[in-house]
């Protein structure tokens, strides 16, 4: 198999940014160990053993066992698969409803329907993403599928106003004024001319937006409004330890640093990705 | 300016209609009727009913909108369902938790932020710089109730100097109270200090690269004495806009951090009346921290608009 050169040297270039391979190995572990959950865990997550609990990590449970004796580890690649799909498909939302927006709002720059969208936008970035949430969750009800539409309206702005503005610019490029001369139409313009040039963009920040979705799915299940028992998640695992802090540590350690190392991982990889899409970018990070 | 400032006061009106308006949209979806929601499932249709009409559920939808507009403006929220009380009773004793905490945590972002940010702009490159950088990386990866958990850990367990939750009350006097707000003013501070932080060294180092930086070196300013007397005021334009922008999720975030200190403000109120199914002080709770998300980014734009002429030019 040979590669095309142009990719092989954007490998070469990635392999060479030291925060994007460190970034990228971060966010497929636990991918891998949300995987890896779906097929095996050292033990079942759900199984308790009171006899076994508030155990410290050993040999046997890596990451110790919560107050029911369950292993700790098994939850958090039961949970990494919680937090991972929430977060995707919160984002997903996110970028299926608010790039056509944007898109939309930059073809018809100045029209009435650009003013809707983009007044639209401002009146959700009004509410803060987890004040939306909660009342979502408390109109709703608590669970993941609310979570993943809170989250995901929230995104959906942040997609539609990076769409429009890097569109924008676009539409004023020779390239689009020829497609336009040669009678295309503006949603044909924006799907084959402004959205492939657009999507290096659309992929760095969709890294950022995964990550953050990610932390405001913990916050939503600490508080009790995301994914419900039995199902594990990394938040509600923080929230069961707050109360026992004193006596086991070690419960609100691993999901934490569970939350860190993913968040982290996704946010160095995003800023590698932008560094290597645009090295004139390149700001000394 | 006037011209600018009563378009700018067209605009923030416009927002807040169409934020209560949503609100009291989604709050009207319940699935269900509201009332019989709030009673639950075994409610005595009476009881039900009596509910319905003290809420005037049974009016036309745009007469109920009015009706709450109305009342907000002269700051009638309405009578909460599980206290009994006018929810601008509930939300009066808890503002007075949850505003110190926000501002006491953009307090303590900036302080941090600033000095890292500069060091690391005016020292790129350096290990100081680098170091500054990684710990921002880590600080935006942190949720702020974990971080809160810990520092309940070290300094209220382990060391002791501090309660792990609760507030005394400010007639306990000045200290024990922000005492009691100071661990979770740093849990709420971290990660903003972090973006903070990062912002005002892109802001700067963007800012020593212009040509008037050149000039003030050029007529024999030191570094040090250029960066402070022409560099900072001109990079703190960007800066401002994420400060404004934090005081919004300093508020939000406060929901949570008053969970995890169980702090008596509003989110604590919010997260109850949830439990409680009491939506009439959700609705409240929310328009409140919307209308002021709202009302502190118009006071933003203004300040801008009143620091650089341009940027009233530019919008209109």
Redesign the interface.
């Known amino acids: 198999m040979s590669t095309p050169p142009a990719d092989r040297s954007f490998l070469r270039m990635a392999l060479g940014h030291p925060a994007f391979v460190l970034g990228f190995l971060l966010s497929a572990l636990f991918i891998a160990l949300a995987l890896v959950s779906f097929l095996w865990t050292p033990f079942d997550p759900t199984k308790m053993d009171i006899a076994g609990k508030l155990k410290g990590p050993s040999l046997e449970h890596w990451f110790g066992t919560d107050h029911f004796g369950r292993d700790m580890f098994s939850m958090i690649m039961v949970g990494a698969r919680v937090s991972i799909a929430v977060a995707f498909v919160a984002v997903g939302i996110g970028m299926i409803v608010g790039v056509p927006l944007g898109l939309y709002a930059a073809a018809r720059r100045g029209s009435l329907i650009d003013e809707i969208i983009m007044?639209g936008n401002?009146?959700v970035f009004?509410?803060?993403?987890?004040?939306l949430a909660?009342?979502?969750?408390?109109?709703?009800g608590p669970g993941a599928v609310n979570a993943i539409i809170a989250i995901g309206i929230f995104n959906v702005p942040v997609f539609a106003r990076l769409a429009r503005g890097a569109a924008l610019s676009l539409w004023t490029r020779d390239f689009v004024l020829a497609a336009r001369v040669a009678g295309k139409s503006r949603a044909r313009i924006s799907a084959e001319h402004i959205l492939p040039n657009i999507a290096n963009l659309l992929i760095v920040q969709g890294t950022i937006q995964f990550?953050l979705a990610i932390?405001a799915e913990?916050?939503l299940a600490?508080?009790g409004?995301g994914a419900q028992p039995p199902l594990p998640s990394w938040g509600r695992m923080?929230a069961d330890?707050?109360t026992l802090?004193?006596l086991a540590?070690h419960m609100?350690l691993f999901?934490?640093f569970a939350?860190?190392?993913t968040?982290?991982g996704l946010?160095?990889m995003g800023d590698g990705l932008r560094d290597l899409f645009d090295p004139k970018l390149r700001?000394?990070? | 300016m006037t011209a600018y400032l009563l378009r700018r006061l067209l605009s923030l009106s416009l927002s807040l209609v169409a934020a209560s308006l949503v609100i009291f949209l989604v709050m009207e979806v319940v699935p269900g009727d509201p009332a019989s929601f709030m009673m639950g499932l075994n409610a005595d249709p009476q009881a039900v009913a009596a509910l319905r009409s003290q809420l005037g559920l049974d009016e036309p939808l745009p007469l109920r909108y009015i009706g709450w507009v109305a009342g907000l403006l002269q700051g009638d929220f309405g009578i909460s369902y599980t206290y009994r009380v006018p929810v601008s009773e509930l939300i009066a004793e808890r503002v007075v938790i949850s505003l110190p905490l926000t501002l006491y945590a953009l307090a303590l972002s900036t302080l941090i932020a600033f000095p890292a940010g500069i060091l690391a702009a005016s020292r790129r490159n350096s290990a100081a710089d680098l170091t500054v950088m990684g710990a921002t990386q880590l600080g935006v990866a942190i949720p702020n109730f974990w971080f809160a958990m810990i520092l309940v850990l070290i300094f209220a367990v382990n060391l002791r100097w501090f309660s792990a939750g609760g507030f005394p009350g400010w007639e306990a006097g000045f200290w024990p109270a922000i005492k009691a707000l100071t661990l979770p003013a740093i849990a709420l501070a971290l990660p903003q200090a972090s973006i903070l932080a990062r912002v005002m060294r892109s802001s700067l180092i963007d800012t020593l690269n212009e040509d008037f930086m050149r000039t003030a070196r050029a007529k024999g300013l030191s570094r040090g004495q250029a960066l402070w007397r022409h560099a900072l005021r001109n990079a703190l334009i960007p800066v401002l806009t994420i400060i404004g922008l934090q005081f919004s999720f300093l508020l939000a975030g406060g929901i949570i951090i008053e969970n995890v200190f169980y702090l008596p403000g509003l989110g604590r109120l919010a997260f109850q009346a949830i439990t409680q199914r009491d939506l009439i002080v959700v609705r409240s709770v929310v328009i409140l921290l919307v209308f002021a998300v709202i009302v502190v980014t118009f006071l933003v734009d203004l300040a801008y608009a009143a620091a650089d002429p341009r940027l009233r030019r530019r919008r209109s």
């Not at chain 1, 009004?126 to 004040?131: D, E, H, K, Q, V």
């Not at chain 1, 909660?134 to 709703?140: G, K």
């Open positions: 007044r401002d009146l009004a509410f803060p993403s987890l004040l909660i009342m979502i969750t408390a109109v709703f990550s932390l913990a916050a600490y508080v409004l923080l330890a707050q802090i004193s540590p609100a999901p934490g939350i860190i190392v968040v982290l946010n160095l700001r000394g990070r």
